[in-house]
C-alpha cells in the first residue's frame, strides 16, 4: 500500500478543522508540504503539547506527507512564543537528518495565524486566490496532530482517539486523550465543575467554536476543545444572538465604520470580502447581489464579530446568512482577478492575539491546560459516520457483533469523497443507524 491508501485505510481528516479526509489533500504535487501549528484560538492547548511530546512522530509523518507530494521543502510554523517546542523540533529535525528537507518558522502572535490561507501567507509569502485552497500557490496544509495520525498509520494504528483541551472558567483545565465517539458530557466532568449545568459550553475554540445547545454530542476525531463558561459571560451572551437578531441589529445599528473590514484577515490578504459592505446590503435591497456574494469569501474567523466592531453586531453571522441563502440560488462569487497582494496597511492591523483574549474576556482563563493521563470507562461510544467533508460512512459491522477497538465498523461508500470509521474500543455493536454506530463497551471474547 502506497501513503495515500495506507491513510485512507486509517481514516484520518484533517483534525481541528473542517475535516477534510487527508488521503483526498495528498493527491497531487505540490512544492511545499506545511504543518499548521499556530493553535490560534485562545485557550486550547493541543498542538503545542503534541509536538513537544511527539517530536519524532510528527516530524516523519510530515516527511511522509511531504515525499509524497513531491514537495520540495517541508516546513513548520509554530508561534515564536514557543521556544522550548521550537529548539526541540529544529533540534529532532537536525538529529534525523532532515535539516536539508525540513525547517521550522516561527509565527508572529496574532490571530487568525493558524487560518490556513493566513498561514500560507505568513511562511511563504504567497497569496492563495480568492475562492481557492492553497494548493493553487503550491502547498498542502496539514496540522500537527494529522501529521501524528499519519505516522501512527504507518505503523498500523487507525483514527480512534483524539486530543482535546477542556479550558475556561473551570477548577482543572487539562488536555487530554479521548476515544472517538466517548460522550461530551463525560469528558468534561474532568474539569471539577460540581454543575455543569450552571456553564455554557462551547464545542472548539473561543473564537470559531459554537455554543452547545445541549452538552449532548458524542467525540469526533475533529474535537479540539471544550470552552465551559459562566453563562452570563460576554462570548456566551454573544454566541447566543439567533441569526435573525443579528439581522435585525445589524440593520438598524450598522454604522458603516468599516472597521470591520479593515481588520478583517482576508480583506488585508487583498482579497474583496469586506464585511462592512455585507452588512451595507441588509438595509438595502441591492440589485444584482454584488455585495452579498463577496461574504462567499468570508472565513468565519469571526474577528470582525470578536474584535473589531466597535458597537458589538454580528458581521460574520449575517455573512453566513447570505452564504446561505446564495448557496440555494445556486449563485457563485465570480474572482475578478488571479493573483493578490496583500494590503499595504496589513502589518498595521494585525489582531494580537493577547488583545483579543483581554478583549473576549479570557485573561483569567489564560492558563497551561497540561497534558493529563485520564482513563475513560464509558458504559457506550457512539461513533458518528459522518466526522468529515464528503459521503458519510456506510456501517460494514451488523447489530450484536463484537468489534474490537481499531477495527473498521464503517467504510467509504464507492469513490466518493469521505473517510472510513472505527471502533475506538472493544465491544458489542448495539446499534447501527444512518448516523452512528453505538458500540456498548466491554471485553471482546
Ligand atoms: S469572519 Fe469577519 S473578519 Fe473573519 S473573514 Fe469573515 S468577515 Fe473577515
Ligand atoms: S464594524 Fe460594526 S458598525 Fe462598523 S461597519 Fe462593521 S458591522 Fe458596521
Known amino acids: 500500500m502506497d501513503l495515500q491508501d495506507i491513510i485512507k485505510a486509517a481514516g484520518i481528516i484533517g483534525a481541528g478543522g473542517a475535516g477534510f479526509p487527508t488521503h483526498a489533500k495528498l493527491t497531487s504535487k505540490a512544492e511545499y508540504i506545511l504543518l499548521n501549528g499556530a493553535e490560534c484560538e485562545p485557550l486550547l492547548r493541543v498542538?503545542?503539547?503534541?509536538?513537544e511530546q511527539f517530536p519524532d512522530e510528527i516530524i516523519r509523518g510530515l516527511e511522509a506527507a511531504g515525499r509524497t507530494i513531491e514537495a520540495r521543502k517541508a516546513i513548520m510554523g509554530i508561534k515564536g512564543k514557543h521556544q522550548e517546542v521550537i529548539a526541540r523540533l529544529r533540534a529532532r529535525i537536525a538529529a534525523l537528518g532532515l535539516a536539508g528537507y525540513m525547517e521550522v518558522m516561527e509565527l508572529r502572535d496574532i490571530y487568525p495565524a493558524g487560518d490556513e490561507q493566513v498561514l500560507v501567507h505568513e511562511l511563504t509569502a504567497r497569496i492563495v486566490p480568492e475562492?481557492?485552497?492553497?494548493?493553487?500557490?503550491?502547498?498542502?496544509?496539514?496540522n500537527s496532530e494529522t501529521a501524528l495520525n499519519i505516522w501512527q498509520a504507518m505503523a498500523g494504528k487507525p483514527v480512534t482517539q483524539t486530543y482535546i483541551t477542556i479550558a475556561g472558567d473551570i477548577p482543572r483545565r487539562m488536555t487530554v486523550k479521548v476515544p472517538?465517539?466517548?460522550a461530551i458530557r463525560e469528558v468534561i466532568r474532568q474539569c471539577g465543575v460540581e454543575n455543569i449545568d450552571d456553564y455554557a459550553v462551547i464545542d472548539g475554540g473561543p473564537m470559531m467554536g459554537s455554543l452547545m445547545n445541549n452538552v449532548a454530542g458524542y467525540v469526533?476525531?475533529?474535537?479540539?476543545?471544550?470552552?465551559l463558561l459562566k453563562k452570563n459571560h460576554f462570548l456566551i451572551r454573544k454566541k447566543s444572538v439567533s441569526v435573525d437578531?443579528?439581522?435585525?441589529?445589524?440593520?438598524?445599528?450598522?454604522?458603516?465604520?468599516?472597521?470591520?473590514?479593515?481588520?478583517?484577515?482576508?480583506?488585508?490578504l487583498g482579497h474583496n470580502m469586506q464585511?462592512?459592505?455585507?452588512?451595507?446590503?441588509l438595509s438595502y435591497n441591492l440589485a444584482g447581489g454584488q455585495e452579498q456574494q463577496i461574504a462567499q469569501l468570508c472565513c468565519e474567523c469571526n474577528a470582525c464579530e470578536l474584535f473589531s466592531c466597535p458597537v458589538n453586531l454580528h458581521p460574520k453571522a449575517v455573512n453566513i446568512l447570505y452564504k446561505q441563502k446564495l448557496s440555494e440560488q445556486g449563485i457563485k462569487y465570480q474572482?475578478?482577478?488571479?493573483?493578490?497582494?496583500?494590503?499595504s496597511a496589513r502589518e498595521y492591523r494585525l489582531i494580537p492575539s493577547k488583545r483579543l483574549v483581554a478583549k473576549i474576556?479570557?485573561?483569567?482563563?489564560?492558563?497551561?491546560?497540561?497534558?493529563?493521563?485520564v482513563e475513560f470507562r464509558p458504559e457506550t461510544i457512539h461513533i458518528a459516520l459522518r466526522q468529515h467533508i464528503g459521503a458519510p460512512a456506510i456501517p460494514v459491522v451488523a447489530i450484536g457483533e463484537q468489534v474490537k477497538a481499531g477495527q473498521l465498523i464503517g467504510d467509504i461508500p464507492g469513490n466518493s469523497l469521505g473517510a472510513a470509521v472505527h471502533a475506538s474500543l472493544d465491544g458489542t455493536v448495539i446499534g447501527n443507524t444512518e448516523h452512528s454506530i453505538v458500540i456498548k463497551v466491554g471485553s471482546y471474547v
Do not use: N
Open 47 to 51: 498542538d503545542q503539547q503534541l509536538m
Open 131 to 142: 475562492v481557492s485552497i492553497p494548493l493553487k500557490v503550491g502547498c498542502v496544509v496539514i
Open 180 to 182: 472517538v465517539g466517548m
Open 220 to 227: 469526533t476525531k475533529k474535537s479540539k476543545g471544550y470552552v
Open 245 to 268: 437578531q443579528a439581522r435585525v441589529i445589524g440593520r438598524t445599528a450598522c454604522e458603516q465604520c468599516r472597521m470591520c473590514t479593515d481588520l478583517c484577515p482576508r480583506y488585508l
Open 275 to 281: 464585511p462592512h459592505k455585507v452588512m451595507r446590503a
Open 335 to 343: 474572482p475578478t482577478q488571479l493573483e493578490f497582494q496583500p494590503r
Open 361 to 373: 474576556g479570557l485573561t483569567a482563563f489564560d492558563k497551561p491546560a497540561p497534558m493529563t493521563q
